[in-house]
């Protein structure tokens, strides 16, 4: 049974491109989560997803930031305009059930720099 | 929201050493897991425990729900074993990991 699957694993973009980040989760789960490693802010909740449903975006910013989980293919996290503060890494989750009482399953993560 | 406190903030090991990691939070939580980042930046799930006692190799943890505490024990350190250690909870009623700030193991050879 593979894995939690991100790509790419490294992207670099120039200040006000945009970056695209895919999350495949496990086989059979349908709940997905992403999650961001600032530097100096460790790991921080964005947004958590069903299929065609974003559930809670709270930790998400309110501007350039987008979230999908469509009813076929992967996760996407949208990034537009980006900004040297995006630089982080971008970790997807997911679960079989909600996150209440299920392990969340971690990719590999998208290390993202922003130059 | 949730608070959730590891220490020691840093730990330097022998190799073939026992250490025990600690994990305070602040609220009831459904579900704990402990993670291990390893130097290439990849989160490894270790354990869900949200109470009791579980072992997987040189590895086990407890938690003690009702107490809001969590240990992380790893005995006979490899120098595999450096990279930061991550816990994170749900709090009861939600779904979102909260992680703490990690502690940071340095295994020498």
């Known amino acids: 049974n593979a894995g939690v699957m991100q790509n790419p694993r490294h992207l670099v973009r120039r200040r006000g491109q945009e970056a695209r980040l895919r999350c495949s989760p496990m086989?059979?789960?349908?709940?997905v989560y992403w999650y961001r490693q600032l530097p100096e802010e460790g790991l921080k909740f964005m947004v958590y997803?069903?299929?065609?449903?974003?559930?809670?975006e709270s930790g998400m910013p309110k501007e350039r930031f987008s979230a999908e989980f469509p009813k076929e293919g992967p996760s996407i996290l949208r990034i537009q305009q980006v900004v040297r503060g995006d630089s982080a890494a971008y970790f997807c989750?997911?679960?079989?059930?909600?996150?209440?009482?299920?392990?969340?399953?971690f990719g590999p993560g998208t290390r993202l720099t922003v130059l | 929201g949730i608070q959730v406190e590891q220490s020691p903030p840093d730990l330097i090991l022998q190799e073939g050493a026992n250490s025990t990691l600690r994990c305070n939070f602040s609220?009831?939580?459904?579900?704990l897991q402990w993670f291990h980042q390893n130097p290439w930046g990849q989160l490894i799930n270790l354990f869900y425990?949200?109470?009791g006692t579980k072992q997987n190799g040189r590895l086990s943890a407890t938690t003690v729900a009702t107490e809001r505490y969590s240990l992380l024990y790893i005995s006979s350190s490899q120098t595999t074993d450096s990279g930061v250690y991550f816990c994170?909870?749900?709090?009861?009623?939600?779904?979102?990991?909260?992680f703490g700030a990690g502690t940071t193991v340095t295994v020498r050879a």
């Open positions: 997803l069903q299929k065609e449903n974003i559930i809670d």
């Open positions: 086989k059979g789960h349908s709940h």
């Open positions: 989750a997911s679960s079989p059930d909600g996150g209440w009482y299920g392990e969340q399953f």
């Open positions: 425990i949200p109470s």
């Open positions: 609220d009831s939580v459904n579900n």
């Open positions: 994170a909870v749900v709090r009861s009623n939600d779904y979102k990991l909260s």
